[in-house]
């Protein structure tokens, strides 16, 4: 790219880079879902990052001119969305779930469980927030349900459990920066393994639950996540049986359980069709997230391969 051609030359303006990235990112044929639903909101995310500018940035100052300087770094970070194809969490280390700053790099997903609207209501009806003591976030990769949840709980401990050392280092930084040191315990554990009798008022967890198929089909930017946080064998369901399996001998007898299965509740749904797994709404958007009782839990343990 010339000088005379290139973008720094002829543009000044904030607004003038976001149009010229959205423009971008729309004849790269990017693919949008961790974290922005549009090319225009991520060109805007991406430009107002690179300036250090808050995202609720007032429209005033759109207008304003760019130094040179700035001009080549917005200019930088949206040739690497472009070509590099990866997340925009990953190339500005920055994520949003319920309505908190996550770090995020390649060891782990990019946040965006619809999880997070049920932590901001405190899993209301289903649980009283002041009895919960003891929470779960199973596959916790960043910990931002286990953070987000420490902070809508309170009074509550909350264990952060991944089988990747690489994510438990992320979920450690996340834990520093929300200092929660006291509160969040990350901990290596293969689902339960690790836990030993610990018993919990909630179990939640957004595991690993694309199907082999479905995986090999996903746009660029997934497979720059980690496989084992996405894939989960045929049907996709390999991690959730074993959650599923083992949840009676981790929840306390008023606890509940709450899991994302994404894509594959149908799968779910198939492979045990007794159990009346309760499929929660979502104001935001969202869906494939089931909730189960401990009751409910043990009264079909038969069917999850539970073993007493």
């Known amino acids: 790219m010339s000088t005379s051609t290139h973008p720094s030359a002829t543009l000044t303006t904030i607004r003038d880079y976001i149009r010229w990235a959205a423009s971008r990112f729309v004849q790269a044929d990017l693919f949008f879902g961790h974290g922005t639903a549009s090319a225009l909101d991520e060109a ?50 920055e994520a949003s779930f319920a309505g908190l700053s996550f770090y995020v790099d390649e060891r782990v997903l990019v946040p965006r469980s619809p999880i997070a609207e049920l932590i901001e209501n405190h899993f209301s009806p289903w649980i009283e927030t002041e009895r919960v003591q003891d929470v779960l976030d199973l596959c916790t990769g960043s910990a931002c349900i286990a953070i987000a949840c420490a902070y809508a709980f309170p009074e509550a401990r909350v264990d952060a459990v991944d089988i990747s050392l690489d994510a438990l280092e992320v979920a450690r930084i996340n834990i520093k920066k929300h200092h929660m040191e006291d509160r969040v315990n990350a901990i290596r554990s293969d689902v339960y393994s690790e836990l030993g009798d610990r018993r919990y008022d909630l179990i939640v967890s957004n595991p690993p639950y694309v199907n082999l198929d479905e995986w090999r089909e996903l746009a660029p930017e997934y497979h720059a996540e980690p496989r084992l946080g996405l894939e989960a064998g045929e049907d996709g369901l390999d991690c959730v049986r074993r959650i599923l399996r083992d949840a009676h001998r981790h929840l306390k007898p008023e606890g509940i359980l709450v899991v994302e299965v994404g894509s594959s509740a149908e799968a779910l749904e198939a492979a045990y069709p007794d159990v009346p797994f309760c499929w929660l709404d979502f104001e935001r958007g969202g869906e494939g997230v089931f909730l189960l009782t401990a009751e409910q839990v043990n009264q079909f343990g038969a069917a999850f391969g539970a073993e007493n």
């Open 44 to 93: 805007a995310a991406l430009v107002l990052h690179a300036l250090h500018m808050p995202y609720d940035l007032p429209g005033g100052y759109f207008a304003a001119s760019l130094t040179m300087d700035e001009r080549e770094r917005v200019v930088a970070l949206i040739e690497r969305r472009v070509v590099e194809r990866k997340p925009l969490a990953y190339l500005t280390h």
